[in-house]
């Protein structure tokens, strides 16, 4: 269960930071290959293409699990608490929506990838695998602003979701 209870708090941390460090590496395989000792190295371009849209779509579910997205606080949180509390879930109802599309088109983008494979012109890796993480990352932000909702009412629906009370604490705990 510690296992699991880390996961769910860092998954997307981790795989943030490993994403990084791939590119990290690339580039600087990269630059070291081409510079130092004359020899381009193209497959190193792609690995780094690769892991920065894994780290994007990581760090946007992070972003959503944290309520790191931008919104404008200020003007919500001078709202009456039930005007901004409406205006939160409006707002998460239409992200919500959206990331259930995109879930569908890019479930669909990933069929015709399995039916029809290409394959990467320097890795020689079939596109279904770096590009399921578009399927990945946006049920990821779903299922982070799912669980924000059930964590807000199962600690009474106070305040605003997700939202930082006064002396910058969540009002929710993960």
Known sequence: MPVLRWLERHFEEALCCIALVIIACSVFT???????????????EEVAAISMVWAVYMGASLCVRERFHIRILVAVQSLHTSMGKF?????????????????????????????????????????????????????????????????????????????????????QHV
Request: charge should be negative; charged fraction near 15%.
């Open 30 to 44: 990269q630059v070291m290959a081409r510079y130092v000792f004359d020899i381009p190295l193209h497959w190193t």
């Open 87 to 171: 205006t939160i879930i409006a707002a998460d109802i239409c992200w919500a929506a959206f990331s259930i599309i995109m879930i569908r088109v890019s479930w669909q983008y990933l069929e015709v990838l399995w039916r029809f494979p290409s394959r990467s012109p320097s890795l020689g890796i079939n596109e279904f695998y770096p590009q399921s993480i578009l399927v990945i990352g946006y049920a990821l932000m779903l299922a982070r602003l799912l669980q924000t909702y059930v964590l807000w009412i199962r600690d009474g629906a106070e305040g605003l979701p997700g939202m930082l009370t006064e002396d910058g604490d969540a009002e």
